[in-house]
């Protein structure tokens, strides 16, 4: 007995009393407001009504802030009612839709959702995000919660290598145990491990990697990972590990989970890095070099036979030469040699030492998992192979997507088509199901609009940038986007007809919010303020949690005069700020102009006041409400505030000079010196103007 109490005073003292330490310790930090939770979703109350919304911070974890790589916006009720289908998108930047940010896979599933159960109502959750990878998207599954979709749609693979873990990433090192990434992932989400790192980050020189800014696939590329690198079997064992697990953590909480395999482009993404064995000698490089010359000139020439007998030759030097394989693919296509083409194609993809795309292994792991998976709740869908049958006789290319990875909207179509498929059939248990056609989505989305121009054009400037420029049909890519933007720009047409066919989708009764949204911009611009509030104010009977929606209707109705009609729709655009200072302060500011103009000075005092003590970093805003406070004050001759106010702001603008952050604001004198004028201190404003700008 005495040696069993001495174990067991022994495990108290080593084990639960440190424990219950670190939990208390844990909680206060929490309840003291100490760093932030990573949760995918917080839980809001708007209107009396529990919500979910994306939190913008989760991405943090992972990523440098400064980064600004986050969940997109969405906001939906907790409460789920019966006529309502709810799906969940999780995955990187081709599940988020990238480019066609509002006519991606999301919006697509939904319409084809929309017209399978025209009785229920439809929401499709994109929780993708641009560069993530399993490790992201496992946390993602493990903070949805319970019971909230009916289904979950998984479509990763791409970035397994460059995202966070990955051996080609850029700001996290590789590690090869799961389990060591798991729990360093769970002490990173600790309020104590923030509190500490905060602390570590304020008394030692700032880490470069903290000031990143996002610079796209460039910041990739000097990471190159070659096929045969011994980290490739820690990533491939990560992703089966996660995948299998994000599968099982969906289906135990009540949702159905969608596998998707990955397509990829193959037929026209060349490697991104092509690199030689170590032991090459210099005059095999030098055959294999002439080898190559000679195979690009037949090809050039369209001696199709020659080009494949010295790319062939080529590859016996060097046998894995990513590049070589691409361009041996091209050649035996151009033979009809289809499937020596699909070989030598999948050869170049799975060689490529800058791994942005899921090779034939990552495709392959997602069969093999998908084909142990036990038990119901549970779909794949097979949409490499689909995507494949959609290009016979050749691979998928162009025709589906717009570089590397990420789909055009026909592409977009046919996954979207068949998810829809294995929905429907999982809600029916019927075949019979035939999804729209492309040219009915593409109307009842109004695609394409004038966005659809501007992500072609930003597309064109993204790929002037490395990696691109690197690949050996580079010049083939920038005459393809630049064929596609005059297309899509014929097809626009002018914003009257853009609304004329918007219009028909109305009156069908088959128009989303973002259609509404869509027609609303349009009009603004034609300047039709009646057409543009009916639009705007049809968006809040559809989708009442789009900020710039109510943003929108302020704007109009300021311009208008309505001030008291304002405020509500400013009250409840606070409900959508997420947490970001500038948007609450702007909400606020215009709050108290609002209230000011409507006659409820006290009111309007108070909320401009508050801008400037609890936003006072938002330079260009405080300013503004101290700008609102004086003219006010003059105006009414109330000289005691007037006094106040001139003080207050200029003591605050020295102190933005004292601390170096009116290098932040350069227009910081100019501004002063007319608030100075504004309330009439002549003195003060001549100072402020002739105080270099510098």
Do not use: C
Not at 495 to 515: F, M, N, T, Y
Request: aromatic letters at 10%; proline letters at 4%.
């Amino acid at each position: 007995m005495p040696d069993v109490r001495k174990i067991a005073f022994s495990f108290i003292t080593i084990v639960v009393v440190p424990l219950l330490f670190f939990a208390l310790l844990e909680l206060g930090l929490t309840v003291a407001g100490v760093g932030t939770s990573f949760d995918y979703f917080h839980e809001i109350d708007i209107n009396g009504q529990l919500h979910y919304q994306e939190n913008p911070d989760f991405a943090d974890q992972f990523y440098p802030p400064s980064l600004n790589i986050g969940p997109i916006e969405n906001t939906f009720t907790k409460e789920r009612s019966a006529e309502l289908i709810r799906v969940y998108v999780l995955g990187g930047s081709a599940a988020l839709g990238f480019p066609h940010k509002n006519q991606g896979l999301d919006r697509l599933l939904a319409t084809q959702l929309r017209a399978a159960f025209p009785s229920r109502k439809i929401e499709v959750i994109n929780t993708a995000m641009t560069s993530v990878n399993s490790h992201v998207v496992y946390a993602v599954a493990r903070s949805i919660p319970e019971n909230s979709a009916d289904f979950a749609v998984i479509l990763m693979g791409n970035n397994e290598v460059v995202g966070p873990y990955g051996p080609g990433t850029f700001n996290q090192n590789f590690l090869s145990g799961i389990s060591l990434i798991r729990g360093l992932q769970g002490l990173k989400r600790t309020r104590l491990w923030q509190a500490l790192n905060g602390l570590m980050q304020s008394i030692r020189p700032t880490d470069a990697m903290q000031d990143l800014e996002w610079e796209g696939m460039q910041m990739f590329t000097n990471n190159g990972v070659p096929h045969d690198d011994p980290r490739m079997e820690g990533v491939y064992s990560h992703y089966e590990y996660n995948l299998a697990d994000i599968i099982e953590t969906l289906r135990g909480k009540g949702i159905h989970v969608l596998l998707s395999s990955v397509p990829v482009n193959l037929r026209h993404s060349a490697p991104f890095l092509s690199v030689h064995d170590q032991d090459l000698s210099k005059e095999q490089h030098d055959q294999w070099r002439e080898y190559t010359r000679r195979g690009a000139q037949s090809a050039d020439e369209k001696d199709w036979d020659d080009a494949v007998t010295q790319f062939e030759g080529a590859l016996e030097i060097a046998p894995d030469y990513a590049d070589t394989h691409f361009r041996l693919a091209t050649v035996y296509e151009n033979l009809g040699k289809f499937e020596k083409a699909k070989t030598h194609y999948e050869r170049a993809l799975d060689l490529d030492a800058l791994r942005f795309r899921a090779d034939t292994r990552i495709n392959r792991i997602i069969h093999e998992v998908a084909a142990n998976v036990e038990g119901e709740a549970f779909s794949f869908v097979d949409n490499a192979a689909v995507f494949e049958q959609a290009s016979q006789p050749f691979q998928p290319g162009w025709n589906l997507l717009l570089e590397h990875v990420h789909y055009d909207f026909a592409g977009n179509h046919v996954l979207a088509a068949e998810i829809s498929r294995s929905i429907t059939s999982n809600f029916t248990a019927s075949d019979g199901y035939q999804p729209l056609p492309s040219p009915e989505v593409a109307k009842r989305i109004g695609f394409p609009n004038y966005d659809t121009i501007a992500e072609i054009q930003n597309l064109q400037s993204m790929i002037q940038y490395p990696p691109f420029p690197g690949q050996s049909n580079y010049t083939e890519l920038a005459a393809f986007l630049s064929d596609k933007l005059e297309k899509v720009a014929g097809a626009v047409g002018s914003p009257e007809e853009l609304i004329q066919g918007l219009q028909d989708v109305v009156r069908s009764g088959q128009a989303d919010w973002k259609v509404y949204f869509q027609l609303a911009v349009l009009n603004q611009r034609l300047r039709n303020r009646s057409a543009m509030y009916y639009h705007l104010n049809q968006i809040l009977k559809l989708y009442p949690h789009n900020r710039e929606t109510y943003m929108k209707i302020a704007d109009a109705m300021s311009k208008d005069g309505k001030w008291r009609e304002v405020i509500p729709y400013l009250e409840e655009s606070l409900n959508y700020t997420r947490g970001d200072e500038e948007k609450i302060a702007e909400a606020i500011g215009w709050l108290g102009t609002a209230h000011l103009r409507a006659g409820d000075y006290e009111k309007a005092k108070d909320l401009l006041l508050e801008v400037t003590e609890e936003y006072s970093d938002q330079i260009g805003l405080t300013l503004r409400a101290y700008g609102n406070l004086i003219r006010h004050s003059r105006d009414t001759g109330n000289d005691k505030d007037l006094n106040r106010h001139v003080k207050d702001v200029q003591r605050y603008a020295r102190s933005l000079i004292r601390k170096g952050k009116d290098k932040e604001y350069p227009l910081l004198h100019q501004r002063m010196s007319q608030l100075m004028t504004m309330g009439g201190y002549e003195a003060e404003a001549k100072e402020w103007a002739k105080t270099p700008t510098q």
